[in-house]
């Protein structure tokens, strides 16, 4: 070893789904939306002449910030942008735990927080779901340095009530609690209305799954302004221009269109509920998501095997071989035609076992 190597700053990272390509392939493996994004993005992007790309971007986003504040009902100084939520969260992060006492945060929830937290080395303990992959308010009554949770939770798509999450902010109004709303579009309880009475809460969405927006990278966080500027600051010490001027002009488009937002996201929860059924007359048990995917485990059939043998055919659904979860699939929300093609598949090897 060098000398210089026991410098290193030493990472593990955060292991995403795979991105197989190819075009007969179904997948249901990183909870993207199957449809496209709104007309109106479209129709901007074909617009796009080089000058967009040419320039430096507008590093306030300015544009995509004053069509968020409009359409969340909050100010634009309430609104911090990034390159998808990943970058929202991991900022965040660094800007609010910054404490000698554990964040706290489910020891079943997005595999990416403790990852930032080894990287930021925040110490961290993580409150262990109930049997049915509950989160206790009660776990959260401690003393401790910030709070994370994933309302819904991935990847169990299970969400709490919006009683619970206040339960929670209110009994750690001495940190920062951080509640990430990935997935709150497709049937959970927004905390946005709780910013204007708790001045430490930060709510966290993003582009990249009821917007169908995922290869844009557009998340962003709202809270009050102290939350805000203290953002703000520590991202302009590190990188001004990160959200890419196409991302910010796309984005604005995007959220203008309401009605197609709406549209979509029933198209997904309607896909959802039909599948919850299919699924269980398939043999499988499942959590009841809120989400745009579906946590199943089958009564029978082995998840690794399940896993391998839908890939085998083209059809890609996310396993996570980590205590707890290792007898369980993910599977994102298709079309309704994907999600036909995976029902057949799994009739036919389920029959042959
Ligand atoms: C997908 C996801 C994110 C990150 O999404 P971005 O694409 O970075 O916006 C954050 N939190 C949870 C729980 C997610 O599932």
Redesign the pocket.
């Known amino acids: 070893m060098k000398p210089w190597e026991a410098y290193i700053r030493k990472a593990v990272p955060y292991v995403p789904g795979e991105q197989p390509e190819g075009n007969r392939i179904i997948k249901l493996n990183t909870?993207e939306n199957p449809y496209p994004p709104a007309p109106g993005v479209l129709k901007a992007l074909r617009e796009m002449n080089g000058e967009q790309f040419r320039k430096y971007p507008d590093p306030s986003a300015n544009m995509l910030v004053e069509a968020l504040a409009d359409s969340y009902g909050v100010k634009e100084e309430q609104i911090f942008v990034g390159v998808?939520?990943?970058?929202v969260?991991g900022m965040a992060f660094l800007t609010f735990f910054n404490s000698e006492r554990p964040i706290l945060f489910p020891d079943v929830t997005?595999s990416?927080y403790p990852v930032w937290a080894d990287l930021f080395r925040i110490p961290y303990e993580t409150p262990k779901l109930d049997e049915a992959f509950r989160i206790n308010p009660e776990d959260y009554k401690k003393a401790n340095g910030g709070v994370v949770i994933?309302n819904p939770n991935?990847p169990t798509g299970t969400a709490l009530p919006l009683k619970a999450v206040e339960e929670i902010i209110k009994a750690n109004q001495d940190v920062v609690v951080i509640i990430?709303e990935?997935?709150v579009d497709f049937g959970g309880q927004s905390a946005v209305p709780l910013i204007h009475r708790y001045e430490n809460l930060l709510v966290v969405q993003?582009?990249?799954?009821s917007r169908s927006m995922?290869g844009m990278?557009i998340?962003f966080a709202m809270g009050c302004e102290t939350l805000i500027t203290a953002l703000k600051h520590v991202k302009y010490s590190y990188n001004s221009y990160t959200m890419n001027q196409p991302s910010i002009i796309l984005g604005t488009e995007a959220v203008k269109d309401r009605e197609y937002f709406e549209r979509r996201v029933a198209d997904i929860v309607r896909t959802r509920e039909a599948a919850k059924i299919r699924f269980r007359e398939l043999g499988f048990s499942c959590t009841d998501s809120c989400t745009n995917f579906l946590f199943v485990t089958h009564e029978k059939a082995g998840a690794k095997e399940l896993f391998e043998a839908l890939k085998r055919e083209q059809i890609y659904v996310r396993y996570f071989a980590v205590p707890r979860l290792d007898n369980y699939l993910r599977v994102t929300i298709g079309t309704d035609e994907e999600m036909e093609t995976m029902y057949q598949f799994l009739t036919s090897y389920l029959k042959g076992l």
């Open positions: 909870n998808g939520s990943d970058d969260l997005y990416f994933a991935a990430d990935a997935y993003t582009f990249s799954k995922a990278r998340g």
